[in-house]
Structure formats: structure tokens, C-alpha cells
């Protein structure tokens, strides 16, 4: 049994609730068990590819440093090799083409940075080939369509602007050097980033617990999750399958339908909950959703979930009275999780940005767009690093920048 306080670096591959048991596998192969008294799965989520054949082979997805360090050395490779004497004008062509796939704010960032850097860089070492580079944006909806309209096409002019290409457009599929849409068109690249979202990971999809469309562990108001209702004490969506969970496979995973719609076959109560609540097992981040009110996968909504789970915990483990049942207690109610939002930026190359907050309830939303956005993106992008190490560390690779321009070389 490890000792209380302990990291152990190693995948989770199950999880037993009956007895309070985690399964866990090392790096090296190791498969060993963790008891349990309290559980909290914050496991996270993956890019969404939505079965679309050749994206996990082809595609660079951009989620964590190492994402970002392969598609810095695909770029910089592709720049070296456009002007390798014999090839093709086609194949330069492709080398210097760049196409996003996904138009919110992770793929706007995105390819208006790397509009900013092809610009205030690549132009200044070689500008017969910076002139020669090309991005392309594809979105099959609306570009940043959570944001305010007016902040939609502020961007879109933006980013136009710069050069880039904006193509409405639904991906067929991603092969080694070109993507097919579905209306047939075929475009070459050289590089293909893959931003359309995130979907549940394979762990998340294996739990017993009860799941949304989306694949999501399906949690009460109070982050517990839900175990699906015995045969008895419910009726079920479409008569059969009563103990259906959800999906278990990605392969039944829509990520088009609504979380609030209950999987065909899973069961509901009279009062429409998807399952029971777990006393002992919680969730948070973007591997959950309450299914009546589901939160969007961002960081802030996982980071106040975490501050509220360690806060009830803490209080319980002081001896004061908080309810962490959710369901065995009528006199004490658990308390509930209440999200606040804290806005949505998203900066589009250069020094300009987009921010949008919250008023107060009923009073809509504050937009904001340009110079002072950037400013108001950096700083609360600096104030949410961990350490002040961090921040200046930031800071100064911020500054670096602006002097001496970004660090293209391959080692």
C-alpha cells in the first residue's frame, strides 16, 4: 500500500467501486492496486477526431508542450526543404503550406501566431519564400462561435489581414500530404494541425459509471458521479438495455448531440437523473458533465472545480458538518458546485486579441477587441502560471521575442 502523499507515476486502468479499488500500470509494466477512501478522476480528455480516417496518423494535434515542439520542427523542416534544388514547384508549394483544421479559439490562436511569425520573421531571413508560405483555416461552422458576433468578424478581418485563407468546410479525410473534403476538393500540405476540440479519452469511456453522449462521466450537482440505476427503479429511453451506461467505446461517442439528451437505451428515473450518485467517487475537468447543466472543457471550469473539491474535503477531514454524500443525508443537503465564468479571450496574431466577459446575470456580456484585449490576455495568462519562476520566465521569452524576433533554428 503507498504511503499517504505519494506521486506514483503510472496509467490508471480501471476502477473498481464496490472495493474502493484503483488498478494502475507503470511505465514499465508493473501492474499494482490502490485502495481507495475517496476517489477523484480528473483524467482529462483528447483531441476529438470524430472517426475521421488518416487524423491520428497525419494530423499534429496541439494540446501540450510536446505537441508544440513536433509541429515547431515539422515547420522549420518544411522550410528547409521547400528550396531543395530539383523539387517540383508542386511539392514546394505543399511544404510551404500550413492548413488548421478547427476554428476556435486553440486554431485562431494558432494560425494568427504563426501569420505573425511568417511576417515578422521568415519575410525578414528569406522573403521570396516567407511571400511564398500559406495557411489555410478550416471551419465547418461559425469561426469562434461562442463569442460575440461583432468579436467574430473583428477577428475574421484580422486574420484575412494577414493572409490567411478561411475555408467553410467539413474534413472527409486526412492522408499523408493532403486532406479531402467532402465536396471533393483536395488540399495539399505540409503541415496539417488538428484543433476541432477534445473527446473522452479510452480510460474514461471503460469506467462503470454512467456517461453522456459525449462520452463525459455523467456527475451531479455536487461532482459525484453516477452509477446507473438498477432494473427496478427506473425505465429506460427507448424499453431496452435498462442498465446501459453510455457510451463504452469511441466508436459510440456523438459528439454532435447534446449532453442533456439521454444514449438510446440508458436509464432515467422518474425524475429524469441518468443514475445514483457514488459517495466516495468523484469527478471534475473535462472527463465529466452534469448532464443537466454541462460546462464547457476549459481549464477555468476544472480549476474551480478542484478548489471546491479540495474545499469540502478539507472541511470534512476537520470534522466540520459537510455533506459529501449527495444523497444518504436528508438533513444535511451536499453543497453544490456553482461555476463562474471568468470570460473568453483568444488572441489572433500580432498584438491584437478578443476578450469577452460576463456582466452580472441578465445583463449580458462586456466585448472587447484589439490592442487592449492583447494586453488583458497576457496578463491574465501570466497571473495563471503556478509560480513566480513561471511568470518570469514567461515574461522574459515575451520579451526576447519583441527584440530579436522568434528562434527558428533546428537545434
Not at 456523438?254 to 467517487?281: C, F, H, R, Y
Not at 459529501?324 to 453543497?335: D, F
Not at 484589439?370 to 513561471?390: D, H, I, N, P, Q
Request: charged share 20%; with cysteine.
Amino acid at each position: 500500500m503507498p504511503e499517504i502523499g505519494s506521486l506514483l507515476p503510472a496509467d490508471c486502468i480501471a476502477v473498481d467501486p464496490t472495493n474502493k479499488v484503483v488498478e494502475a500500470r507503470s511505465a514499465d509494466g508493473i501492474n499494482f492496486f490502490v485502495d481507495y477512501d475517496v476517489l477523484a478522476i480528473a483524467t482529462g480528455s483528447q483531441g476529438s477526431t470524430f472517426g475521421i480516417p488518416g487524423v491520428e496518423e497525419h494530423a499534429h494535434f496541439l494540446r501540450d508542450a510536446s505537441h508544440a515542439d513536433s509541429i515547431r520542427n515539422k515547420l522549420i523542416y518544411n522550410w528547409n526543404s521547400a528550396n531543395i534544388p530539383g523539387r517540383s514547384i508542386a511539392d514546394r508549394d505543399r511544404l510551404l503550406h500550413t492548413v488548421v483544421v478547427g476554428g476556435g479559439p486553440t486554431g485562431v490562436e494558432f494560425a494568427g501566431e504563426l501569420a505573425d511569425f511568417i511576417r515578422r520573421d521568415l519575410q525578414r531571413i528569406d522573403p521570396d519564400r516567407g511571400r511564398d508560405v500559406r495557411i489555410t483555416l478550416i471551419e465547418a461552422n461559425e469561426l469562434l462561435g461562442s463569442f460575440d458576433a461583432r468579436l467574430r468578424e473583428y477577428a475574421v478581418g484580422k486574420l484575412v489581414k494577414e493572409g490567411v485563407h478561411l475555408l467553410k468546410a467539413v474534413v472527409k479525410e486526412v492522408r499523408k500530404t493532403e486532406i479531402e473534403l467532402t465536396n471533393g476538393q483536395i488540399i495539399p500540405f505540409g503541415l496539417a494541425v488538428w484543433s476541432t476540440g477534445v473527446g473522452p479519452t479510452p480510460f474514461t469511456l471503460s469506467l462503470p459509471f454512467v456517461k453522456t453522449p459525449k462520452g463525459r462521466i455523467a456527475i451531479d450537482e455536487s461532482l459525484h458521479v453516477l452509477m446507473p440505476f438498477p432494473h427496478k427503479q427506473t425505465s429506460t429511453v427507448d424499453g431496452e438495455n435498462p442498465s446501459h451506461a453510455g457510451p463504452t467505446e469511441m466508436s459510440q461517442v456523438s459528439l454532435l448531440t447534446d449532453e442533456e439528451q439521454p444514449v438510446d437505451g440508458q436509464t432515467v428515473s422518474e425524475s429524469g437523473a441518468l443514475g445514483i450518485p457514488v459517495s466516495d467517487v468523484y469527478a471534475m475537468g473535462d472527463c465529466c458533465a452534469n448532464a443537466d447543466t454541462p460546462l464547457p472543457a476549459l481549464a477555468q471550469v476544472a480549476e474551480q472545480q478542484g478548489k471546491f473539491l479540495a474545499r469540502i474535503l478539507n472541511a470534512s477531514a476537520g470534522g466540520k458538518k459537510t455533506n459529501l454524500t449527495g444523497v444518504s443525508s436528508e438533513s444535511l443537503p451536499a453543497e453544490k458546485f456553482v461555476y463562474k465564468s471568468l470570460g473568453s479571450m483568444a488572441q489572433i496574431g500580432g498584438a491584437r486579441a478578443i476578450l469577452e466577459l460576463e456582466r452580472s446575470p441578465g445583463k449580458g456580456v462586456y466585448s472587447l477587441a484589439g490592442f487592449s484585449s492583447f494586453v488583458a490576455w497576457r496578463s491574465a495568462y501570466l497571473t495563471r502560471l503556478g509560480t513566480m519562476k513561471a511568470r518570469l520566465f514567461v515574461f522574459f521569452n515575451w520579451s526576447m521575442t519583441l527584440l530579436f524576433g522568434r528562434d527558428i533554428s533546428r537545434w
